[in-house]
Nanobody, 125 residues
Framework: QVQLVESGGALVQAGGSLRLSCSAS????????MGWFRQAPGKEREFVTT????????DYADSVKGRFAISRDNAKNTVYLQMNSLKPEDTAVYYC??????????????????WGQGTQVTVSS
């Protein structure tokens, strides 16, 4: 497992942008598929996006396609989530997660074995 720490959450107006970061400890980051999930109050945690260990493969939830972009820098042990054209419905706690890359991509929270503590994103209308 890796230790994950998210940062970059903030209060932003609708239409604005934010970039979240997730820093990982340990030497195994480059072997991990990384994902971002989010959880709004009273709702289940939902998949947002995922990226393969070398960044060559990504996938997104329909709700964020064309607005969000995931990327990673293995030299810095960091994965990023660029969020543009934010909407009030994007308000949630955002979590990054990791799983062994050899298992392939995953879209369910229980498929990931390492999680950060989350960072709050609030989008005002």
């Amino acid at each position: 497992q890796v230790q994950l720490v998210e940062s970059g959450g903030a209060l932003v107006q609708a239409g604005g942008s934010l970039r979240l970061s997730c820093s990982a400890s340990g030497r195994t980051f480059s072997s991990k598929t990384m994902g971002w999930f989010r959880q709004a109050p009273g709702k289940e945690r939902e998949f947002v996006t995922t990226i393969s260990r070398n960044g060559g493969s990504t996938d997104y939830a329909d709700s964020v396609k064309g607005r969000f972009a995931i990327s990673r820098d293995n030299a810095k042990n960091t994965v990023y989530l660029q969020m543009n054209s934010l909407k009030p419905e994007d308000t949630a706690v955002y979590y990054c997660a990791a799983r062994p890359d050899y298992l392939g991509p995953a879209y369910r929270s229980w498929d990931y074995d390492s999680w950060g503590q989350g960072t709050q994103v609030t989008v005002s209308s």
